[in-house]
Every structure is written in C-alpha cells, then in structure tokens.
C-alpha cells in the first residue's frame, strides 16, 4: 500500500514538472513583456526627468509623485476622468438592460440585432474615433446634415467643451454597449424561469418582477461587468485623443492624454511615469473593491 501511494506521488510530481515545463516558456515572455518594463517605467518615476536624456539615473525619491499629484492639470485630468467613467458606465447600464431584455424576450428580429450589436465589438477604438470624428464633423458630418434638415440648430461640436463631451460619450457608447448587451443577455439566459413564473402568479407585474426577482439573480454579471467597464474606461485614451485631443482648452483632458503629453510635448519622463503609476494604483484599488463586493455577494 505504501509502495503504491508513493508510486501515485512519484507520478503527482513527474506531472507537475511537466506541467511546469510547459507553462515556463509563456511565463518567461510575460515576464520580458511586463515585467522588465514596469520596472524600467518606476526606476524613471523615481529619477529626474534628464535622465533618459542624458542615459543617466539621478534619484529623486518621490518628489516626482509628489510634484503630479500636486499639479492643478493632473487634478483637473483626474475629474474629467472620474465624470467620464461614472456618466459612460451608467448610460451603458441603463441602454444595456433595456436593450438585453427587449432581445431576452425574443421580439421579432431579435438573432439579427444580436448581430448587429456584436459588430462594434469588433471595430479598433482608434477607427471608432475617427469615423465618429467624421460624422461630428462641421462643414460635412452626417449628424449636422440630419439635424439641419429637421430644422434644428447643429452645433459646432468640437469648439465647445459640453458638446465635446457628447461626442466622446456618444462613440464610447457606441463601442461599449454591445459588450454590455451580449453579457447581460448571457446572464439572463441562465436565470431560473421558476420564479419568474411563481412571481407571475402572485400577481407581481414587470418592474416588481425586474427589481425583486430579475435583478437579484443578475448581481454576478453586473459586478463582472463592472470591474472590467470600470478598468477600460478609466483608461481610456483613443477616443478622446481622435475626437478633441483634450481640448478645447484642456475640457476633455483625461489622465491617459495627460500622461502622453507629460512625456512626449513636456519631456518630463520621470513625472509622466509617476503619473501612470498613480493611474495604476487607483484602478487596482477600485478593481480591488469591485473584486471584495463581488466575493462579499457570492
């Protein structure tokens, strides 16, 4: 019996070397790809701005933390940041669900639409940007055209900061949606029709049976949902740098322009650097809440 508990362990470990074996080789590239320049990109927030110039390190602890988060644009970029993400993540919510169970109930060309939805998912931000750039357009954009023709006033979106914004929400919309839709629909495919049912015949209309029983057994999706919206739009750079570059007069700056103009027009490396960092560590915080809620719910 011995022999053969100690035959299974030699064989336990003959399989976990090879399992190891098999997976070092794409833990030595993470390790290159990641890793070496995270590293690198930290010893720059932690050294003067000339240093990469100069290719030499000068230590300057962290005066250059301290010197971004002190700084009245990065404050600024951190706002605009906050309103985008809180603004986008609630529109996509409240367009998701209407739209997931409006195809949840099979209406007529419902598998068509789910099609539809999908195509955006499948466009690059940075292409996104610049077809919703084009229709924004002044002289000749679509919308404009549109609006021109029903007798409205169409405005020049991007000379004014709140309509700059519009365009912004209204393409990250477009390119965010879907992927909240197709979840949704997924988390409503595998809810219990038994309560539904059961609270059907107690009497409970639509909205007590979407807050009461629909809701409730969705918390899981919508918590996945949230942490991944949440990291990708507090990030977010190509749309804001296609559509208004920041501008005008800085009104759209979110922190990923911030970061990119720090380095590449203001040459100041070590404080662009401290800035990514910061952008780094607040979305691990709220990445880490939304993880905590979603464990404290399960």
Known sequence: MSRKTGSISIREKKRRRAGYSLIAPACLVLLVIFFVPLVYAFAISISDSDAIINN???????KNYFSVMTNSKFLAALGHTCFFVLTTI??????????????????????????????????????????WRWLFADQYGIINA?????????????????????TIIVANLWLATPFVILVLLAGLGGLSEELNEAASIDGANRTQTFFHIILPQ???????????????????????????????????????TFIYKRIFSDWKFGQGSAAAFLVMLIICVLSFLCNKWMSEEE
């Open 56 to 62: 030499s390190f000068k230590f300057v602890g962290l």
């Open 90 to 131: 609630t529109l996509e919510f409240i367009i998701g669900f209407v739209v997931a169970l409006l195809l949840y109930r099979e209406v007529a060309g419902s598998r068509v639409f789910r099609l539809i939805f999908a195509v955006p998912l499948m466009v690059a931000p940075v292409v996104s940007g610049l077809q």
């Open 146 to 166: 549109l609006m021109n023709k029903l007798g409205l006033e169409a405005p020049l979106w991007f000379t004014q900061v709140s309509t700059s914004w519009v």
């Open 218 to 256: 969705l918390k899981p999706t919508i918590l996945i949902i949230l942490v991944i919206r949440l990291t990708d739009a507090f990030r977010i750079y190509d749309l804001v740098y296609i559509l208004t570059g920041g501008g005008p007069g800085g009104g759209t700056e979110v922190l990923s």
